[in-house]
């Protein structure tokens, strides 16, 4: 069964900290581009962060500084490591999974960022 699942998110306050986690199962994990998106209350989900099966990688501008993406195809997972966060920060974060007509998604992990 393929599955993706998110873990490490949390309440954090301003100027903190999260490493979100998506551990693959079910799948050639290496051969996937994998990205981070995220939706807020009222707003349409959007890519965050991405990173292609070769190590590319790319970032949305609001996060550009503050997030790394990075992948281990040993453990098949990817992660999102968000330093500085602000309260627009605050969303569900997802994780998805893209090769040839594949396209998986993880169930999302909140992260709140609240004083």
């Known amino acids: 069964q393929v599955q993706l699942v998110e873990s490490g998110g949390g309440l954090v306050q301003p100027g903190g900290s999260l490493r979100l986690s998506c551990a693959a199962s079910g799948m050639i994990f290496g051969i996937y581009a994998m990205d981070w998106y995220r939706q807020a209350p009222g707003k349409q989900r959007e890519l965050v962060a991405g990173?292609?099966?070769?190590?590319?990688?790319n970032y949305a501008d609001s996060v550009k500084g503050r997030f790394t993406i990075s992948r281990d195809n040993g453990k098949d997972t990817a992660y999102l490591q968000m330093n500085s966060l602000k309260p627009e920060d605050t969303a569900v974060y997802y994780c998805?999974?893209?090769?040839?007509?594949?396209?998986?998604w993880g169930q999302g992990t909140q992260v709140t960022v609240s004083s």
């Open positions: 998805n999974a893209r090769y040839r007509n594949d396209d998986i």
């Open positions: 990173i292609t099966a070769s190590g590319r990688t």
